[in-house]
């Protein structure tokens, strides 16, 4: 009984055994012809993966013996197909030398089922028919891939100079004509009116401006529905920073011009950039010769009002001129008194600034000195239409102190912050109390010998009228109202005082 046992057995056991090893066999999978576009430059990946009930069923095999052999049909040094890509169910890796760094396959994949095939940078000639066939376990699977390309191109490669019209070209390797073509830019549609000249898959762009910076994506549609895309960064080279902008500098202080490009055109292969200075008023400053980094800043060791005004940097790249206005604004004070100040005069410094923009405000502050914050006085620029040109903010000081004495400082700010500032070096001289109120120089002098010819004058008009007539009674009544002389009073009114001190005579 043993005896017949033991065949029957083994032929069921043999029975079981082929049975599981037929059942997956039997599922031979094929995914027939895929397609897939990607952009040269960018990844393409080829898929090629089990179902997720597939991959239920099987996971277990994946675990061990697998094995991925990716091929390809044709191709532009292969006319027959070609190996691109093998696993050996080893774990030995293959790949084709000229697909060398560009084709993998990612290894924790293969457990999950996910064979596909990754190019990267996609290059152009990589278009064509891939397939794949994996063996796990007992199982195979089939894949086959059509690999579509699609690019953008700049006819001005690298760096697009600004206001330099150029171009960018859709292109793909569908052998149909596209139905519809459409540009987007930072991910909106591109109208094809006013800069834009969209022509057969070609955009032309205008006087490029730098907020045409960014990237453009361009949609072919074809008539056997195939929408496909691709993209170009576009960079653009300009002046770093706006195409105008104001310097403000205090007279007699150094200052920079600015005019510097947003990228070095050199590390780009620009070659042979130049700029040149000028000012508005045609004036011809200097050639700021090749610069490396592309920094054409022109320095200034020691501007003056007279240097106040508008300058051009005019910067030539491959023919193209681009130009950035700088306006310099001199901030300066004007003191009501020339020289050493003397004590108790009333002493007005004016802070003017040429070239206002409208939007400055000043600000008057002491510096080194114990008295900072309280002397600290603002002012907010007004009457703009009738001063467009000298604007300023006056700090007036009464009665000059000795506190007074140090450093004064203007500063402009805007809505930016703080602009500018100018200092002021005050010094007080002392002076006797029972001295004459402080003098305005000659003016003073020549007030003084006036009143003195009046006083002169007055006294000999009283003595003819003392001749002539008796005392008049309403001159004591005038003595009353004799004000007492006042300090600091110009030379108009000595006239006046004189004749109200006639009757000291
Ligand atoms: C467009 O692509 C095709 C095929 O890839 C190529 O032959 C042609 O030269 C390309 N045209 C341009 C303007 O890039
Ligand atoms: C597009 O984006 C770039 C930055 O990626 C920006 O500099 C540019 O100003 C943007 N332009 C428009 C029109 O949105
Ligand atoms: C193509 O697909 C894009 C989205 O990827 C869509 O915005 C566009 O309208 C499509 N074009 C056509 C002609 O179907």
Redesign the pocket.
């Known amino acids: 009984m043993t005896l017949v046992f033991l065949p029957l057995s083994l032929a069921l056991t043999l029975l079981v055994t082929k049975a599981k090893i037929v059942s997956p066999r039997a599922a031979e999978e094929w995914r027939w012809e895929q397609r897939v576009w990607a952009e040269e430059g960018g990844l393409a990946v080829l898929p090629c993966h089990l179902s997720p009930q597939e991959l239920k069923n099987s996971w277990k095999m994946l675990y061990h013996k697998t094995a991925v052999r990716w091929e390809r049909h044709g191709g532009r040094a292969h006319k027959e197909t070609h190996m691109v890509l093998e696993v050996e169910c080893s774990g030995v890796l293959k790949t084709a030398r000229s697909m060398m760094p560009r084709a993998m396959v990612q290894n924790a994949d293969l457990r999950h089922g996910d064979f596909s095939l990754r190019i990267e940078p996609l290059q152009?000639d990589d278009?064509g028919q891939y397939e794949a066939l994996v063996r796990y376990g007992t199982a195979t699977l089939h894949c086959q891939v059509a690999l579509g390309v699609v690019?953008v191109?700049v006819n001005i490669p690298g760096l697009v100079v600004e206001t330099e019209t150029f171009w960018l070209?859709c292109?793909s390797?569908h052998p149909g004509k596209p139905v519809g073509v459409q540009w987007f830019h930072n991910d909106s549609l591109v109208p094809t009116s006013g800069r834009f000249l969209s022509l057969s898959g070609a955009l032309s762009i205008f006087r490029p401006t730098m907020s045409d910076m960014g990237p453009w994506r361009c949609n072919l549609a074809y008539s056997d529905g195939a929408n496909v895309s691709a993209t170009y960064n576009l960079q653009i080279l300009g002046f770093s920073g706006p195409a105008s902008s104001v310097v403000y500098a205090a007279a007699g202080s150094s200052t920079n011009l600015p005019c510097t490009l947003n990228h070095n055109p050199s590390a780009s292969g620009i070659q042979g950039v130049k700029a040149r200075w000028s000012n508005l008023a045609g004036g011809y400053l200097g050639d700021s010769g090749t610069s490396r980094n592309g920094d054409f800043t022109l320095h200034a060791p020691e501007v003056g009002p007279g240097d106040a005004g508008q300058y051009r940097c005019d910067v030539s790249i491959r023919g193209t001129t681009i130009t950035k206005e700088v306006t310099l604004a001199i901030i300066m004070v004007t003191p009501s008194i020339k020289g050493p100040v003397a004590e108790g005069s009333h002493l007005m410094l004016i802070c003017s600034l040429t070239h206002p923009q409208g939007h400055e405000h000043f600000q008057w502050r002491h510096i080194d000195s114990a008295y900072s914050n309280r002397n600290s006085v603002e002012a907010t620029s007004r009457d703009l239409g009738t001063q467009s040109f000298l604007l300023g903010s006056t700090l007036e000081l009464p009665r000059v102190s000795q506190k007074d004495t140090g450093t004064w400082e203007c500063s402009i700010h805007g809505p930016e912050g703080r602009l500018g500032a100018v200092e002021y070096g005050l010094e007080i001289t002392d002076v006797q109390v029972s001295g004459p109120p402080p003098i305005l120089g000659g003016q003073v002098t020549f007030g003084l010998l006036l009143f003195i010819f009046l006083l002169l004058m007055a006294c000999a008009l009283v003595l003819a009228l003392w001749n002539r007539r008796v005392r008049s009674p309403h001159f004591p009544a005038l003595e009353k109202e004799i004000p007492a002389p006042r300090p600091g009073n110009g030379g108009k009114d000595g006239g006046q005082e004189g004749k109200i001190q006639q009757t000291e005579c």
């Open positions: 152009r278009v690019t191109t070209h292109n390797s």
